[in-house]
């Protein structure tokens, strides 16, 4: 693997696609502009909402699948538990990967590297009949086989193993048969042969790099040879609203509460929720509308700001406390930022995210989205804001996360694909 000593000969054109929510996009845009700064040519695929965000970092962009959002939306109604969130997905996976496959194929010409995340499933079948090589950026361990962790489908925190080998098994048994038929078409449509592990091939351990922290889901040991370089950082120093610069600095830090991407079938039930919680804690607040709408049309207080997109980056190390769903993206940067933090599961990763985040002391025990209650939400708002021992462990672990580089880290791994293209170059100093 290239590092110190060796240079890459020329650039590559490397094609990243970043299907599915925020959580899944942001990370490969962060990896686009990272290998955009090493000098290499970037081309980035996701879901058609997210255009404007990757141009606006100079990113060259095209559509990919459908708009997730407008999904969402449309099924507000069968997102209302963790099963019908999944059910909902399930239900577009084969119309999803028709159209990976009639926009990722057109952009492959010139392309050097193929790197997905989130939920691209026709690029390693794509980037094989291309000639192309592959790898996939994994932002949780459990998109991988484990003895040690279920499929993160599954809500299950500590099941014993011969269980999740069970649920693993199960799973790939159900993906495969329900995939086999598209997507083994498309295979031989190309000339490829018969794949017979769609699952194996769609998330590869051998060419997958783990990028989240190992201070919050570290590789379980069976997964020992997979890379674990850590979270994907946007750089991004765009300034905070005038109104949110106005609102920290007119009293003492807030909380945050915020669920991202995730839907909710009645978004002013838990605005009111949230807001009274606040009060009963006697916290300010600010309030992240997300893609549910929370806070919109509400009567607020002083104390309480509603928020639209900003730059965790800049605001989290300013809060003294986030409340989130889970989102791998949210709760790495509310541990980079060293603030506690209290998770409110929906659905996927998100359950393990809390129990490790509990586990080790950075924040109280999980709220699943099902049980948040005021009374539990206060109380949770009151640890965040006065538990100085957790407090303490979220600095310190702040401080462990910034002090790595993955996103160096992962350009280097993704060169190391291209081989003939490094030369060893005499070492200096």
Known sequence: MPGAGWRILAPMHALL??????????????LAVALRRAGHTVTLLASPVFQGEAEAFGIP???????????????????????????TLNSIIASEFE????????????????????????????????????????????????????????????????????????????????????????RARRGLARDEDLFGSIFPPDKTLLACDPELMPAPPD?????????????????????????????????YVGFGSMPDDDPASTTRRVLEAANKAG???????????????????????????????????????????GGAGTTAASARAGIP????????????????????????????????????LAEGLRALASDGPMRERARVTGEHIRSREPLRAAVTWLESALPGREERVARTG
């Open 223 to 255: 997964l020992a040879q997979v890379p674990q370089v850590g979270s994907f950082a946007l750089p991004d120093d765009r300034p905070l609203p005038p109104e949110v610069e106005a609102f920290l600095s007119a009293g003492p830090p807030p909380l």
């Open 99 to 186: 159209l990976q496959v009639a926009h990722i194929e057109p952009r492959l010409r010139g392309v050097d590297l193929v790197v997905g995340g989130g939920s691209t499933m026709a690029a390693h079948l794509l980037a094989d009949a291309a000639g192309v090589p592959y790898r996939y950026i994994g932002y949780t361990p459990q998109i991988l086989p484990s003895a040690f962790h279920p499929m993160l489908m599954v809500p299950l925190t500590r099941s014993p193993r011969v269980l999740n080998r069970l649920l693993w098994e199960a799973a790939r048994r159900f993906y495969n048969r329900m995939m086999d038929a598209p997507y083994n078409a498309q």
């Open 61 to 87: 962009f095209h559509p990919c699948g459908h708009d997730v959002r407008e999904v969402l939306a449309e099924n507000r109604e069968r997102t209302r538990s963790p099963l019908g969130f999944v059910r």
């Open 283 to 325: 916290v300010r607040l600010l309030l992240s509308a997300g893609w549910a709408g929370l806070g919109e049309g509400e009567a607020l207080g002083p104390s309480v700001r509603v928020l639209g997109p900003v730059s965790h980056g800049l605001l989290f190390p300013r809060l003294a406390g986030a409340v989130h769903h």
């Open 341 to 376: 933090q209290l998770v409110v599961p929906h659905a996927f990763d998100q359950f393990m995210f809390a129990h490790h985040v509990h586990q080790r002391g950075l924040g109280p025990k999980p709220l699943p989205k099902r049980a948040l209650t005021v009374e539990r």
């Open 17 to 30: 696609i970043g299907s599915g929510s925020r959580g899944d996009f942001q990370p490969m845009l962060a």
